[in-house]
């Protein structure tokens, strides 16, 4: 049996596994936007913090993902369904992209710009939101575009614990030994993620501040 | 207007930018700080709208402490044009001149008007203002900044060398329309520059700073008579090419 004929065959559970999959991502990553960004803008005003926030993300970054699964297993309500426990993780993953573009994007607006708004009078808020956030758009976009293409290819181990999503296809291909099954979960991840960075790509390029000829 | 009674400005390591400056600038008239880098003039700028604080002395504007000013209102009661202009790349000409009014609340219509009156104060034609900085020459995005610092009509400016980066014939056009507009106007302007020339220019009267101390304040037209040593330095340093002091 090949690959397209799989695919055709069990088009309804290769198109619910691919749904999952893009539940999974999708949440996270919204969780992850709603807690790095944030974080990120809170470490540009509390520099105390920049090195211990920044070294936490790093280090669950490296906390291979089965084990961060099994590590989270325990915890309550989230561990009680597998699901949950995938969103989590991924969340965590995201972050450390999401907080070190934000913080980057923000430290790097000119100083100048940032002297002559706060001189004329912009409060912390209008000059994060008028000033700083729209001047760092496209770093902290490319940091959504990291944060996203990294879940989509470790949302596909999700389902080694019973989180599904298109991992399920590559997981059960490869205790039947048939690459036509792992491909199913495969290729699908594969095109989602390519779509996910040429589009968070293009929406990067349309933010990127015009420079001062 | 502007009033510095001792004050001092250190930095956290104990350095000492500012050393004990006492001066004031009188109502309407242009007060130049003239020194050279290093020597605290863009410090004691930042002082007066709180871009950095005072670290000991008084320093009133419009007679109040500037510690007894709500910031926001100091600032916005102090127009800023600095060297680098600081315009915001992501916004229209319009938009940045537009800026503090806007977040003042001001009726849409009576911000566009305004943005058209100011553009043609600083002599520019009224279609910049759809127009991006980058799109600008150096000459124009400078009086876009004149042009922003003035939006919300303070009666204080506050100017870092914000002709320092044009090239002497446009530098020269810009200083002259800025006299005519300081006359219009009336303004209390303080103006940070290194460039003699310009001081003299410019200035009803020029403080000369040096190391974070104060030389000499005098008018525009006796600095270069004066007899103070460090004042001579400075204008010998700018040689022989005009404006020669007579030898007593």
């Known amino acids: ?213 | 207007m502007v009033e510095f009674s001792n004050v001092s400005y250190v930095l956290p390591d104990g350095r000492r930018i500012l050393q004990e400056l006492t001066f004031g600038a009188r109502r309407g008239e242009i007060l130049v700080l003239l020194g050279r880098s290093g020597s605290g003039k863009t410090t004691a700028l930042k002082l007066i709208n709180r871009l950095l604080e005072v670290s000991s002395g008084q320093l009133r504007v419009e007679g109040r402490s500037t510690k007894d000013w709500n910031v926001i209102e100091l600032r916005r009661h102090i127009g800023y044009a600095i060297q680098e202009v600081g315009l915001f790349p992501h916004h229209t000409v319009g938009r940045n001149i537009a800026l503090v009014p806007s977040v003042q609340n001001w009726r849409k219509e009576k911000i566009a008007v305004r943005v058209q009156e100011l553009l043609r104060l600083v002599g520019l034609s009224p279609e910049i203002a759809a127009r991006y900085p980058h799109q600008l020459s150096g000459g124009q995005r400078q009086r876009v900044g004149v042009a922003r610092a003035l939006a919300a009509d303070p009666p204080i400016l506050l100017m870092d060398e914000p002709f320092g980066a044009l090239d002497p014939l446009t530098r020269a056009d810009l200083q002259r329309e800025f006299l005519s507009l300081q006359q219009q106007l009336g303004k209390t302007v303080l103006f940070v520059t290194h460039d003699l020339h310009e001081a003299l220019r410019l200035g009803s009267r020029i403080a000369l700073l040096e190391e974070g101390r104060l030389v000499s304040l005098t008018s525009a037209n006796k600095f270069l008579t004066s007899s103070e040593p460090l004042v001579k330095k400075y204008v010998d340093a700018f040689g022989t090419n005009d404006r020669q002091p007579e030898k007593p």
Do not use: C
Not at chain 1, 47 to 61: E, G
Not at chain 1, 78 to 88: D, N, P, S, T, V
């Open chain 1, 1 to 213: 049996m090949n690959f397209w004929s799989f695919i055709t065959q069990n088009r309804y559970e290769v198109a619910t596994l691919t749904l999952e999959h893009l539940w999974m991502v999708g949440i996270s990553t919204v969780l992850a936007v709603a807690v790095g960004i944030p974080l990120g803008v809170l470490i540009t005003r509390k520099r105390s913090l920049h090195k211990p926030v920044i070294a936490v993300a790093n280090i669950i970054q490296t906390i291979p993902s089965l084990a961060l699964f099994g590590f989270l297993l325990p915890a309550p309500w989230i561990g009680e369904r597998a699901e949950r426990l995938a969103i989590l993780a991924l969340t965590l993953y995201a972050l450390l992209p999401l907080i070190r573009n934000t913080y980057v994007g923000i430290t790097s607006v000119d100083r100048a710009i940032v002297d002559a708004a706060r001189g004329m009078g912009l409060t912390d808020w209008q000059l994060l939101y008028k000033v700083e956030l729209p001047l760092a758009a496209s770093v902290i976009l490319a940091g959504i575009r990291v944060a996203l293409v990294i879940s989509i290819g470790l949302a596909t181990i999700a389902a080694a614990i019973g989180a599904g999503g298109l991992g399920e296809l590559i997981f059960r291909g490869l205790a039947m030994v048939n690459n036509s099954v792992i491909l199913a979960g495969a290729i699908p991840a594969a095109v989602m993620a390519l779509l996910a960075d040429g589009t968070l790509g293009w929406l990067e390029k349309r933010f990127t501040p015009q420079r001062a000829a």
